[in-house]
């Protein structure tokens, strides 16, 4: 009896002790889709359906730019709530450009005209500095940084200081014939890890070190009107797709660089650069042999919705690219691409901005906030 038991334990040992498990159910991935709300001013408190700027803050605050003035939203249904009035009229300008804020809940906010300045303890002040384009907050210098139409300003809440082409990236200008004036227009700013600043411009995208006051400037090949009516065409340093950038993105070692002319994305600037482009299928003024421009229509490298590229945003792999012609969704990992544009519900296509909402994205036109929910995509 021993024996027997002993020779049925060996067998069900080496037959892998009984039955095998079931095996598991394959994991099926839901297929991404989206929902599109949209507020304007005439179905909702917004005084002007054209939004300039959007800033989701720590506070879970959306901070919603118009050309007639500031908004808030907390995700309460589709209450959006005006900026304080007592502060909203000391403004000299209702067209609010851009908005950040820094980890205290001051709030910085860019006009046509101003920068605005609202602390808790010591209220609202501002600063005539002109049309300030793009606003950055550096927790590591604690200052915050105006981008203007003729340099930076900068404030660490003692005094100001001024990055101009005498004492900052500015002067590159003047040691390159292939930059054009618009380098002195700030059009966007972000900082990395290594506390290098990246300041797009009207002319390049330049990586400033401020410890070492060393700039580098990255513009691609493009083209400026001669005294005939046609064109001159200069080259690149780098294949940049536009040298108007009007946002840049750095995700982790990566830098994703919205621009006029598509998105460039590059890696490992100073050992071997590698750059990806999108473009999307547009219209280019082409040079001819005899110097002048004429319209071509050209094919893009991508499905990318729109050639002319606002701002990007990332949530794990995917990217958000807000566009003139609609809103692109990109998987880097699986290649895939999502287009959002009038016929997905969109009534204006021509993006301004994006940013997230908690799970919401949402994006400014210049007809119209979009809110779009998002599903499977994370």
Known sequence: MIRKLLLLLICLLFSGCGNPPPPKAAEVKKEESFTVSGFFNTNSALTSSFIT?????????????????????????????????????????????CIVSDKNGTLFVGTEEEIGILNKITGFATKNLGRINCLYWSDRMRSIYAGMDNGVAIFDFTQWFYWDKENSFLKLREKDDNIGQNFYQILSMDEDSDGIFWIGTGDGLVKYNLSTKEGRVFYGIHKRPNQFGGFVKFEGNSPLSGNIVNSVLISERDKWISTGCGLSHFQNEDEKPSWEIFTATHVEAVVKEDGRGVDEKLPGNSPLIGNWVKECLHRGQWFFIATTGGLSCYNSDTKKWINIGKNEGLKSERLTKAAFYKDSLFVGSEYGLYKIELQNFF
């Open 53 to 97: 700027s959007l800033y989701y803050d720590s506070a879970e605050t959306l901070w919603i730019g118009t050309k007639k003035g500031l908004f808030k939203y907390q995700g309460e249904g589709t209450v959006f709530e005006p900026f304080e009035a007592k502060f909203a009229n000391s403004l000299t300008s209702q067209q609010i450009n």
